[in-house]
């Protein structure tokens, strides 16, 4: 196999992180692994990268909640922010210190992937429902092919380790053990990387518009020369991969949204408000994104035109229990009035539904409001049906805690009816 295009991506493998509970029960076996690893990655001439998490000792560059703690783990200078002792650290490999989950997250990552041209990802590391998992989201965000090794990824949460992994595998990332990777030396044979991936997580990559934007000729650490310790370039957020598209009057782009997008994407949210007469309604805010795209329970799509980001398109997945699949729920959509009867909504529209094929979703939905007539009639013409049998029910978060204090005894309110419906 081929594998001149990857790079093995270790994460947080520190003191700090194996001292206790589960990591600390399996850490000797766990590092013999990662040993074998890197010892496979070298031998092929392929990156090894190190991705570290460090904070400043007055803690300046942590978190907000992590501030709230007593204890503050991987300071700088201290053993707790070290790589374990048992890993074989080459001084050729490549060293990079982040602040947050990602290891994308106002780093210096995703320049030094695309300046030595990898395309694809062999992910190890911890915590798995933490950072590995925010990772692997950015990193499937920007296009990168995933390959995550069963033995190499710990967390010191066992239920969420089993959570967070059945949601990479099944989305994001194909599992691959050891003794694959091992088996695969392109010195034995001449197959490719996608050998080891299911056609279903191949067909996810394929994109149903044309022209791909030539990457920026970043400056990179040569992966032959030592220490190269590189710390994030801060409020400098690497933008994910644009992939460029052509109507027939201008040129836009359409990417994925990362969460250094988050003031751009309120800005837009805080448009629309004013749009749909409902700006006294808005309690969001760029923290909130933050949070939620880290969660992975938000996703979006920002369009750009001539470098101003001009639309956008905020949706998630559900799932329906009837049809056994996942849906994606198009939260908001909105092109600033001036880039509007440009076909820019159309293509934000056919992007989430390029999306929900790849994720095998049974159906799009969406809300519209009764007044836009507009709208209605532009999403009738692509196909979409109004659901008038279907009465839209909520209850407001207030609702919600007034409800559990009425039955705060243990007791449940019966529904009316004999059933309650999908």
């Not at 965000?141 to 090794?149: F, G, K």
């Not at 957020?237 to 782009?253: E, R």
Request: hydrophobic share 35%; with cysteine; charged share 25%.
């Amino acid at each position: 196999m081929n594998l001149q295009n990857s790079a093995l991506l270790l994460i947080d493998l520190q003191e700090d992180f194996f001292e206790h509970g589960n990591p600390r029960k399996t850490r000797t076996k766990l590092c013999s692994t990662i040993n074998q690893l890197c010892e496979f990655f070298r031998n092929q001439e392929l990156p090894v990268i190190w991705v570290r998490q460090e904070y400043s000792e007055d803690f300046s560059d942590a978190p907000p909640r992590l501030k709230q703690q007593e204890n503050i783990i991987t300071v700088k200078g201290e053993t707790g922010s070290q790589i374990l002792s048992e890993l074989n650290v080459n001084p050729n490999d490549i060293q990079i210190i982040k602040k947050r989950f990602s290891a994308f997250f106002q780093t210096q990552l995703d320049s030094i992937l695309q300046g030595l041209k990898v395309n694809t990802l062999i992910i190890a590391g911890a915590n798995t429902h933490a950072c590995v998992l925010s990772t692997v989201q950015d990193a499937y965000n920007r296009d990168y092919q995933l390959i995550l090794v069963p033995q190499a990824v710990q967390s010191h949460d066992p239920f969420l380790h089993s959570q967070a992994w059945a949601l990479m595998t099944r989305y994001m990332a194909q599992s691959v053990s050891l003794n694959q990777l091992e088996g695969s030396d392109s010195t034995q044979n001449h197959r490719t990387i996608d050998d080891l991936v299911s056609p279903e997580l191949r067909n996810k990559r394929k994109e149903d518009q044309i022209v791909e934007d030539q990457p920026e000729k970043a400056a990179h650490p040569n992966p032959h020369n030592p220490v190269k310790l590189i710390e994030p370039a801060h409020n400098n957020p690497d933008p994910a991969k644009d992939k460029a598209q052509t109507s027939s009057s201008q040129n836009y782009i359409i990417h994925t949204a990362g969460v250094e997008d988050a003031q751009t994407i309120y800005n837009l949210i805080y448009e629309l408000s004013e749009f749909e007469k409902l700006a006294h309604a808005m309690k969001s805010s760029p923290d909130s994104i933050i949070k939620n795209m880290q969660r992975g329970l938000i996703h979006c799509l920002l369009c750009k035109v001539e470098g101003e980001i001009v639309g956008f398109a905020l949706y998630f997945f559900n799932y329906s229990t009837f049809e056994g699949r996942p849906g994606l729920y198009l939260e908001d959509l909105y092109v600033k009035p001036q880039f509007r009867s440009q076909g820019l909504g159309k293509a934000l529209l056919l992007k989430l539904m390029s999306i929900a094929k790849s994720m095998d979703c049974a159906r799009m939905e969406w809300v519209v409001l009764d007044w836009n007539q507009s709208a209605r009639d532009f999403y009738k013409s692509l196909g979409a049906i109004e659901m008038t049998d279907w009465i839209l029910t909520r209850m407001t978060d207030e609702a919600i805690e007034q409800c559990i204090s009425r039955h705060s005894d243990g007791t449940s309110p019966e529904p009316e009816e004999s059933s309650i419906e999908e």
